[in-house]
């Protein structure tokens, strides 16, 4: 009796937890240069000042260099993300942040970026979370995608008003 109870408990928790990944998509066009774009969203101190999903960010923008990221996102929430660490970054190119174990729960924040023929700058602003525990996370794609979409209006209104990293 007590293993049947146990393993009825064990396979709910595999279903539960069958949501392997979790990719979120966006991207924009924005009316600058992309060195100019690069150095906004590597300037960590000045987040607060234009960006209204990540709220702050602290850490050196260097490779493996551990961040402490806090997020308000659409809904509401408040978020401190743990144990996040700079995991790619190619000057005037791609920052990359994230952390957590392949296959039990990872996620990595992603912006590319792509000079567009007109001068401009296409930045894709993605993330992908993966892992068996996934499904136990509290992470609405549809609220994600809808705070990312938030940041890259605002990354381009801040861009196109002028203003650049300090």
């Known amino acids: 009796m007590k293993y049947s109870i146990l393993a009825s408990g064990i396979a709910a928790l595999t279903l539960c937890a ?9 991207a924009i066009e924005v009316d600058a240069p992309r060195p100019e774009v690069f ?13 209204p999903y ?5 850490g050196e923008v260097k490779l493996d260099a551990p961040l402490e990221v806090r997020v308000h996102r659409p809904d509401g929430k408040i978020v401190d993300v743990p144990h996040v660490h700079i995991t790619r970054l190619e000057q005037d190119t791609a920052i990359y942040w994230g ?8 996620g990595e924040h992603r912006f590319d970026l792509e ?16 892992g068996l525990f996934i499904g136990f996370a509290d992470l609405p794609p549809d609220v994600l995608a809808e705070g ?4 890259n209006e605002a990354l381009k209104a801040h861009m196109e008003a ?3 990293a300090r």
């Open 18 to 26: 069958c949501t392997t990944a979790i990719p979120v998509r966006t």
């Open 39 to 51: 150095a906004v969203l590597t300037d960590f101190e000045n987040y607060p000042t234009w960006n």
């Open 54 to 58: 990540h709220v702050r960010i602290v």
């Open 99 to 106: 952390g957590g174990i392949s296959g039990i729960f990872k």
């Open 115 to 130: 000079d567009l023929p007109n001068g401009g700058t296409l930045v894709r602003h993605d993330e992908d979370f993966e």
């Open 148 to 151: 990312y979409r938030r940041v």
């Open 162 to 164: 002028g203003n650049r």
